[in-house]
Every structure is written in structure tokens, then in C-alpha cells.
């Protein structure tokens, strides 16, 4: 009788339950198939199943027959995928009070949303070599907006931005507090919850002037304190022949136009800002004050139709140390700096000087990415475009300790680029070989646990992959897009990829879902 009552007293108290929050939310449509499952908590329940079924279904002794699914766990909330976008779906919990008592919710519905990104016949990644070390990984690739998973399935999307699908993200990756942040270039700022609801964002200024303007570039990173940090560019005034503290001045004495811009000219300098949680600007360094200053006076090129252009692409920012790394590609630089003061730690890359024409630093060339290791090191992306037919490689490098000592190589991979692609397109889509004859455009690096590094290659080629201090290729994979006319696969566009290898890190991304706007 005893255990009759507290059944009927649970199953007369779940309608009360059920008003608590139930995740995912009735008739909810879902950019995920990867689902956080959150029946009420139910007392006396010693676990939770989950079941589900394809379409939506409102009779029980239907339900029944259509399970695909199940999910268990000792708690209410469960993580569960179900197997495709666009398409409708029913769940239900059923609580175990004991060995014999069960009781079963009533039935939920959502529904997958779809989008041509995921549409594995239209756009994918396809995995060159699989690895079961990484298998529960995930990894970003920014020009589709997709999350997958290591076995190539799209698990989630990120929607339209403001009802816009057509903008294109950069540099998406996950925050160290179980959000996403990624950015728009010509448009802003954003970070997303799973549910891809905008959290934080800086909409860029549209101004009257160039001088103005604030262009976001590349990177954004959000910062342990909660401050985001980005790059920007600038324009600022440049002096092909020697630097004038009164170039404005100067430009307006020229009565003849064409001298004046062969010898002033301006041109697109790079920034690092950092915005507070509010978006206003707390922090910011611009390169064209230091560059104005240094060796870079001395930099000759033989036609000098064309401003100077420094091309700062990458940042990486070691908050434990207070030191900032910003990359300047086109000049093959990398600058160390102290934060917030400003002060130049180090410089690694040539040095230019009167009258000496440009040969290169010997170590990199044109590189892109960097991060330190913590021991010391620096990782970086090197697109060795200044040998012919080169491959990008991956490098360690040793930081100088004193003074007079520059940066040493202690370890590279050279990633095959133009083998694999050979190798696994079969020579089939034309545009692969029109790639090849392209410069490596870049890419990024990240440190891995157990001496792993994971690294992308950007567009036009579009790899992805994972190599040990071994230079054994663990993981390997390209994102590719089908060509409706010529019934070919070529690479998507694509600017970062960046992995999350430990599965525990998207399951905060699924259950920090209190975060909003």
C-alpha cells in the first residue's frame, strides 16, 4: 500500500514538475544534433532514461513502436545525438524508482533545423586519416560554420546572425567559459551560446573616413577577466623615403601629386584592441606608432607604386605572463610586447637596414599563427612561401634567453600538402591543380596535450590535421564543397579550423545554457 501511495503521489506531482524547466524546450528547433536532455528531476528516482523517436507523435503505443534511441544516466540530464538535421522528433524520460517501479513522462517535441552547411551531400569534411585517440574531439571549421566531429559528422551550426545567413565567420572557436566567439569582417564582434543566441557582440563603427573606421581583422579571443581582445587595422600616413613627424604638412607643400605619393603614401597598419564586457575600448597598441620608429624606414621595395603594407594577421596573448605576440606577414616579424605598457620585448625576423635589400630571417617566412608552449618555445605557422613549391610548416621555436641570442629551430613539420592533395582527389577537380600553383595563404597552430599539435591550413586548400613531436600525421581532414554545374569536390573557404579535444569542454558548451544576452 505504502509503495501504491508514493507512486500515485509522484505520478499526481509530475505535472508540477514538468513546469520546471525542460531542456530541449517543447517544439523547440535545434541548430545541434548533439542535445542536452533535461527531463524534471524527479524524486526518489534512482536514474533517468531517455527515448527517443522519429517525427512527432502524440500516441504513446505509437511512441513505443518507433524508438531509434536511448539515453541513461544516474541524474536528469542527459546528452544524447540523434541522427539528422532537418527533421522532426519525440522524447520522453523514464524515471527508475527501483527495481520494478518505472515511471514515464509525458511526450516532448523539437526538430532539427537544416542549412546547405550541413548537407554532407553538398558540403563536408572529408577525413583523410581517422584517429581513435581524437575520436571524441570536435573541431570548428569557420568558413561553413560548423562544429564536427572527428569522423566528419556536422553536429552543429551556427544560424543566421541577426537574420542574416550569408555573412561570413572568422575564427571560431570555444571561450574558456563554455560560449563561442567568432567574428565578421566589415561587420562586428559576436559570442553565441549552443543555441547560437547572441551574448555579447561589437557592431563595428561605420565612419566617415578610413582614419576612423574600425576594421576587425582575423582573431578574437576572450579573455579570463571578460575582457575580448581583437584585431583592428588602421590607416596611417607612410613615408616610402624617410619618416616626416610633419607628413601632412609635408603631402600639402608637394605641388606636383604624383611625387607626392611616391614618397608619402598611406596605407593599412594593424591594431590590437581589447573591449570590456560593456564593448567599450579599455586597452589598444597600433603598430604603425612602433613601426614609424624602427628598422622597418629602412624597407625598400623595387616598385614602389604600392604603399607599405605590414599585413598583421595574427595575435596571441599569454595572460599569465603579460606578454603579447602579434605576427606581420608580409614582412615575415613577429613582435613581443609587454602588457598593457606597450614596451618592445623582442623582435624575431630581418632587420632592416640603409641601403641592404630584403633576404629573409632564415627561420620563417610569411607566417601566420604563433602561440607559446610554456616551456620556453613558440609554436608557429610558417607558410614558407619563400621557397618554390614549398609545403607549410609547422615549428618550434626557442625563445632567446639573453641578449644576442635570436630564435632556434628545435622542431618542424613539413605538412605534404601537395602530396595528400594529389593523393586523395585523384586529379579530379581542376581547381585543385589551380590551387597548387597558389602561395600557401596560411594557417593556424595550437598546442595539444602528449606533445601534439593541431594545425590548419587556410584557403584555398583547406586542411585541417593533428601531427605528433613524433611527425607522425595522427588526424587528418578537408573541407570541401560539391560544385553543382561540374559534379566535382573542391575546397570550401575557409580562414581558421580550431579543435576542442576534450569532449567534457562541449558538454559545458551544452549545459551553460543559463547564459544570455
Known sequence: MKRTALIIALLLLYPALSESQILPKEGARLNYRLIGFAPPLMPKATSCKIEIARDSITNEDIF????????????????????????????????????????????????TNYIPEIDTGLTRLRIIKSSEKYEKGYVFIDGVRVMYDMKGKPVWFLPPIEGNNSLTARDMKLTNRGT?????????????????????????????????????????????????????????????????????????????????????????????????????????WKSADY??????????????????????????????????????????????IKYPGGSILNTYGE??????????????????????????NLLVFNTNNCKVDSSPIVMVLKEPTREGESLQSVWEYEFPI????????NGADPRIHFHNKLKNL?????????????????????????????????????????????????????????????PKEVEKLIWDMEIKK
Not at 447 to 475: G, H, T
Request: charged content about 25%; hydrophobic content about 35%; proline content about 3%.
Open 442 to 502: 596560411g594557417g593556424t597552430v595550437t598546442r595539444l596535450p602528449e606533445r601534439a599539435v593541431f594545425a590548419s591550413v587556410c584557403s584555398l586548400y583547406s586542411y585541417a590535421f593533428i601531427v605528433n613531436y613524433n611527425k607522425e600525421l595522427q588526424w587528418c581532414a578537408v573541407s570541401e564543397r560539391l560544385d553543382p554545374d561540374e559534379k566535382v569536390w573542391g575546397q570550401t573557404l575557409q580562414y581558421n579550423a580550431s579543435v576542442i579535444p576534450d
Open 64 to 111: 513505443k513502436k518507433n524508438i531509434i534511441l536511448t539515453y541513461a544516466n544516474k541524474t536528469n540530464k542527459i546528452i544524447g545525438e540523434v541522427p539528422d538535421f532537418g527533421k522532426q522528433y519525440t522524447w520522453r524520460a523514464v524515471y527508475k524508482l527501483n527495481e520494478k517501479k518505472l515511471i514515464y513522462s509525458e511526450l516532448h517535441h523539437f526538430s
Open 180 to 284: 563561442i566567439t567568432f567574428l565578421i569582417e566589415g561587420y562586428g564582434l559576436y559570442e553565441v551560446n549552443y543555441d547560437g543566441d547572441i551574448i555579447w557582440k561589437k557592431t563595428q563603427k561605420v565612419a566617415a573616413t578610413d582614419d576612423e573606421i574600425e576594421h576587425y581583422l582575423y582573431e578574437l579571443t576572450r579573455l579570463k577577466n571578460g575582457h575580448y581582445m581583437v584585431m583592428s587595422s588602421e590607416f596611417a600616413w607612410w613615408d616610402t623615403m624617410s619618416y616626416r613627424p610633419d607628413h601632412k604638412q609635408y603631402l600639402d607643400s608637394l605641388k606636383n601629386v604624383s611625387v607626392a605619393y611616391q614618397e608619402l603614401q598611406k596605407t593599412q597598419f594593424g591594431t590590437v584592441l581589447e573591449y570590456d564586457e560593456h564593448g567599450e575600448l579599455v586597452w589598444g
Open 351 to 376: 632587420q632592416y637596414r640603409p641601403g641592404i635589400p630584403e633576404s629573409g630571417n632564415g627561420v620563417f617566412c610569411n607566417q601566420q599563427n604563433m602561440e607559446p608552449d610554456g616551456a620556453g
Open 291 to 336: 613601426f614609424k620608429e624602427s628598422d622597418l624606414v629602412n624597407y625598400k621595395k623595387p616598385n614602389r607604386s604600392k604603399p607599405m603594407e605590414v599585413h598583421e594577421n595574427a595575435f596571441y596573448f599569454d595572460e599569465a605572463k603579460k606578454e603579447l605576440y602579434i605576427g606581420f606577414q608580409n614582412i615575415s616579424r613577429i613582435v613581443k
Open 418 to 425: 601537395r602530396q595528400i592533395t594529389k593523393d586523395f582527389t
